[in-house]
C-alpha cells in the first residue's frame, strides 16, 4: 500500500471534519436533535458556558469546538472550514495550521466567557474565524508587497462582513467568539510572518504558552455567574423534586401522609427562598431576576399553604383559591437569564398527553344536548379525548355567560373537584368526584355567601354532618338536629331529623303556598313508608326513587342490544372497537324522547348505537314519591372486534 500518498488525502482539515461530523452523529443517535439539539444535551456534550467552565471545567474550551447547534450550523462550519482550512494548511503545513486553529478555538471560547453572560456557546465558528484572519493576514501582507490584486481581499472583507452583519442580527449567534477568533488569527498571521522560520517545536511552546495565557484570564474571571448558575439550577431541582413528591399519589386519600408532603414540598419551597435571599452579586444586575424567582416562590408557598388548609379543613374552596395564585404566576414577568437547561430533559420523560379537542357544546334546561344557541339554556367549555370523552376541566355556563359550574373530568367521568355556583358568582356546592361517585366532604353554600350544610360520601354511605339555616344559626351538629329548609322567608319546603347523620323519625314536605305535599317515616336513613298527597288522592310508596327500567328487562335489554347490533363495515375495516354511552331523556309514558351520544368512537359506531335504542324496547317510566317524572339515564353500547 501507498502509505505516502495516503499520508497526502488525509489532511488535518478532513481530519477536523470528520471528528466534527462523527460527534455530531453521536449526539444524534444517542437522543439528540438533528436540527434543534436541546440545550440540556449540548451541555453534557461539552458546550462552552461561563458557569460551568469558570468551575473548573476548563475542558469545555476545547469541547465545544465539536459540538453544533444542529445539522444546518455543521453543514455551513464545515464547508467554511473546508474552504479557508485548506489554505492555511497549504501554506503553513498541516502541524502549525492544528496549532493555529487551537488557538483561535481557545481565543474565542475564552471571549464568549468574558464578553458574553450566561451564553450557550458551541461550534467551530470561531477557530474557523481565526482562519479567516489568518488569510485576511497573508492577503493584505501580499498585497502590500504587490503580489496581489485588491479584489481577492476584498472578496475576504465581503464574506467575514456578511457573516457579521448576519451575526448581529440573530440573537442567539456569539459574536464574541468570532470576533476573538478573528483577532486572534489576525495576530498570529502577522506574527508568524515576522518569524518564518520557526522550529515546529518552538511553534508549539509558543502556542501553549499563549494557549496558557488565555487560560489564566479565567482565574480572575468574577465568580457570580458561578454562584447564580448553582442558585437557579438548586432552585429548579427543587422545584422538581417538590412537584415530583405533590404528584405521588400513591396515598391515595390518606390525608395525614398527603400532609406530610406538602410540609416536605413546603420545606423545598423555603430553601429557595432562602437562596435567593441570600444570593450576593457583582457585576452585571441580577435583581430583576431574583425578585421574580422570590416572587414565584412565594407564590408557591401559598399554593401549598392553600392545599393544606384544604386537606386539613376538608375544604376545596382553598384549592379554588390556587387557581388565582396560578394566574398570578402567570402574569410575573420574563426571567432576563433562563438557565434551567435541563428542563426540556424532565419534560420529555414525563408520559405525553392525550390529543385534546376543545369542545362548545349547547343544552337546553334538562340538560339535553341542542345543536346551536336557539333554545338553550346553558353551554359547556372544555375538551373531549379522541373517544369524545369529556377530559380535563370542563366549564358550565348558563346561556348569559355566567359560570354555573367547573369539575375536572377523566375519560368521560366526573374525577376530580367540583365547584357549582349560584347565579351571583357565589359557591353553591364544592366537593369531590372519584370516578363519577361523590366522595369525602361536601359542602353547600347559600346566595349570601352563608355555609348551608356539609355532609359526607364514604363506600356508599351519605351523612349529613351539620347544618345552618341562612342566618347562620346551627340546628345540626355531629349529625344531630332539625333540618329545615324554606322556599321563603317564611314558607317551609322541607323539616326532619338527623339522627348519627341519618334521616329519622317523620319529614314533612310542603308546596310554596304552604300546603302539605308529603309525609315520609324513615328509621336510620331508611325510608320506612311514604305518603304523596295530591289533589285526588293519596300514594304510598317504600322506595323515594326508582329509575327508568325496560320492559322486558335490563338482562333481557342487554341481550337485544348485543344479538341485533349490526357492525358497521367502516369500523370493521378500521378495527374500530370500543363502548358509545348514550345519553337517554325517558318520559312518563316510558318513550325515549332523546337520545345521544355522550362520547363518539365514529366509524358508524354512534349512528348504530341510537338504532338500537330507538328500535329497542319501552321504559318503566322512573318514578319519585310514587308519581311517574321524566328522566335521563346513560345507555352503553359496546363494539367487541
Known amino acids: 500500500m501507498n502509505f505516502k500518498f495516503l499520508a497526502l488525502k488525509i489532511s488535518a482539515v478532513n481530519v477536523l471534519i470528520a471528528i466534527n461530523v462523527l460527534v455530531f452523529a453521536l449526539m444524534y443517535f444517542s437522543g439528540g436533535g438533528f436540527f434543534i439539539p436541546l440545550s440540556s444535551d449540548m451541555i453534557k456534550w461539552g458546550a462552552n458556558f461561563n458557569a460551568l467552565t469558570t468551575d473548573g471545567e476548563c475542558w469545555r474550551l476545547v469541547t465545544c469546538m465539536f459540538i453544533h447547534g444542529g445539522a444546518i450550523h455543521l453543514f455551513v462550519n464545515m464547508l467554511a472550514l473546508k474552504s479557508v482550512g485548506t489554505f492555511v494548511e497549504i501554506n503553513y503545513g498541516w502541524f502549525v495550521f492544528i496549532c493555529f486553529y487551537f488557538l483561535c478555538g481557545i481565543a474565542a471560547s475564552v471571549c464568549s466567557i468574558v464578553f458574553n453572560v450566561f451564553v450557550l456557546s458551541v461550534g467551530a465558528s470561531g477557530a474557523i474565524f481565526g482562519m479567516f484572519g489568518i488569510y485576511i493576514s497573508v492577503v493584505l501582507i501580499n498585497y502590500i508587497k504587490g503580489h496581489l490584486e485588491i479584489s481577492i481581499l476584498l472578496q475576504a472583507l465581503l464574506f467575514l462582513s456578511i457573516n457579521f452583519i448576519i451575526g448581529f442580527s440573530v440573537s442567539f449567534i456569539d459574536n464574541a467568539a468570532h470576533l476573538g477568533g478573528l483577532v486572534c488569527g489576525l495576530l498570529i498571521g502577522f506574527a508568524y510572518f515576522f518569524a518564518p522560520l520557526l522550529h515546529r517545536a518552538k511553534m508549539l511552546l509558543i502556542s501553549l504558552s499563549i494557549a496558557l495565557v488565555l487560560l489564566s484570564a479565567l482565574f480572575f474571571y468574577p465568580s457570580y455567574t458561578t454562584n447564580y448558575y448553582k442558585v437557579f439550577s438548586g432552585f429548579f ?139 338553550a339554556s346553558f353551554f359547556r367549555v372544555g375538551a373531549v379525548d379522541s373517544l369524545g370523552m369529556f377530559t380535563d376541566r370542563i366549564y358550565d355556563f348558563h346561556i348569559d355567560s355566567i359560570k354555573q359550574m367547573k369539575g375536572q373530568y377523566s375519560k368521560g367521568m366526573k374525577d376530580g373537584v367540583f365547584f357549582y355556583f349560584h347565579r351571583n358568582g357565589y359557591y353553591e356546592t364544592a366537593g369531590m368526584y372519584n370516578n363519577d361517585v361523590p366522595v369525602g366532604k361536601w359542602q353547600h353554600f347559600y346566595a349570601n355567601k352563608q355555609l348551608k350544610m356539609e355532609e359526607r360520601y364514604d363506600m356508599g354511605n351519605h351523612t349529613v354532618e351539620n347544618f345552618w339555616d ?172
Not at 261 to 270: D, F, G, P, Y
Not at 271 to 300: C, F, P, R, W
Not at 493 to 513: A, H, M, Q, R, V
Not at 516 to 543: R, S
Request: hydrophobic share 35%; proline share 3%; glycine share 8%.
Open 237 to 375: 431541582s427543587n422545584e422538581r423534586e417538590a412537584n415530583r413528591i405533590l404528584f405521588n399519589t400513591e396515598h391515595g386519600l390518606d390525608n395525614t401522609i398527603l400532609l406530610a408532603q406538602l410540609k416536605q414540598a413546603s420545606a423545598l419551597w423555603q430553601n429557595n427562598l432562602q437562596m435567593v435571599e441570600t444570593m450576593q452579586y457583582s457585576g452585571i444586575n441580577l435583581q430583576h431576576d431574583l425578585d421574580v424567582l422570590k416572587q414565584y416562590a412565594l407564590y408557591k408557598q401559598k399554593i401549598i399553604t392553600l392545599y393544606s388548609q384544604s386537606v386539613e379543613q376538608e375544604c376545596y374552596l382553598y384549592l379554588d383559591s390556587i387557581e388565582f395564585v396560578n394566574s398570578d404566576i402567570a402574569g410575573l414577568p420574563e426571567l432576563e437569564y433562563k438557565l434551567d437547561f435541563f428542563a426540556d430533559t424532565i419534560s420529555q420523560n414525563e408520559p405525553g398527553k392525550k390529543s385534546l379537542t376543545e369542545i362548545l357544546i349547547y343544552y337546553n334546561s334538562e340538560w339535553e344536548i341542542i345543536k346551536n344557541k336557539n333554545g
Open 470 to 641: 341562612e342566618s347562620g344559626l346551627q340546628t345540626i351538629k355531629n349529625g344531630n338536629g332539625i333540618f329545615y329548609e324554606k322556599h321563603d322567608a317564611i314558607t317551609f319546603k322541607e323539616t326532619g331529623y338527623y339522627k348519627n347523620g341519618l334521616k329519622d323519625s317523620i319529614w314533612k314536605g310542603f308546596l310554596p303556598d304552604g300546603e302539605l305535599t308529603y309525609t315520609e317515616w324513615y328509621k336510620a336513613g331508611q325510608l320506612i313508608k311514604g305518603e304523596k298527597i295530591n289533589a285526588t288522592k293519596i300514594i304510598n310508596y317504600t322506595n323515594l326513587y326508582i329509575g327508568p327500567q325496560p320492559i322486558m328487562g335490563d338482562d333481557a335489554y342487554q341481550a337485544y342490544l348485543a344479538e341485533n347490533l349490526k357492525y358497521p363495515p367502516a369500523a370493521i375495516k378500521n378495527k374500530i372497537a370500543g363502548k358509545v354511552l348514550v345519553q337517554v331523556t325517558i318520559d312518563t309514558t316510558g318513550a325515549v324522547t332523546y337520545c345521544e351520544p355522550v362520547n363518539k368512537i365514529g366509524y358508524g359506531c354512534d349512528e348504530e348505537a341510537l338504532r338500537l335504542i330507538k328500535q329497542g324496547s319501552a321504559f318503566l317510566p322512573a318514578t319519585m314519591r310514587g308519581e311517574r317524572i321524566k328522566s335521563q339515564t346513560t345507555i352503553v353500547v359496546e363494539f367487541k372486534r
